[in-house]
């Protein structure tokens, strides 16, 4: 699994056009549903995942239960991964670097996006913040 992170409209979306051939997209942006099972391709990319987390928290669902949602999900895409040798790409906004918000869902939306992140980074081969359309590599285990 490979993460991608970054500001908003930093060219993470551009930077993976460049980096993999082939892809087959699902876009929150676009109006996507939240892939479950994933075709047969062999990249997959995931883009806005932090908007389908808004989606649950303005559901109310607490924020445990978005977690956990997302971890399953998360973990049904590594184990497509192994079974086609296929990469998924899951590409993410950070909403956590600014102001606290005073919102308590707001907040829940920036906690949530926070611990599934991080769960992102823990499970990813590859991990990679972009900048303005400037790469950097967190994180890259060997194979």
């Known amino acids: 699994m490979h993460f991608i992170l970054g500001g908003a409209f930093n060219g993470k979306h551009e930077w993976v056009k460049k980096e993999y051939d082939h892809l087959t997209w699902y876009s929150a942006y676009k109006k996507d549903s939240l892939p ?51 990469t998924v790409v899951v590409i993410g906004t950070e909403v956590g670097k600014g102001i606290v918000p005073m919102n308590e869902q707001d907040r829940s939306f920036r906690d949530a996006c926070g611990y599934i992140y991080q769960y992102l980074t823990e499970k990813a081969a590859i991990v990679d913040q972009i900048w303005y359309g400037i790469p950097q590599r967190l994180k890259e285990e060997l194979t």
Not at 48 to 66: C, H, K, P, S, T
């Open 36 to 86: 479950e099972k994933l075709p047969g391709d062999k990249v997959i990319a995931i883009e806005g995942i932090e908007r389908w987390i808004r989606e649950y928290i303005l559901e109310n669902e607490q924020i445990d239960a978005v977690c956990e949602r997302f971890q399953k999900r998360i973990d049904t895409w590594m184990e497509w991964e192994q079974e086609t040798n296929g």
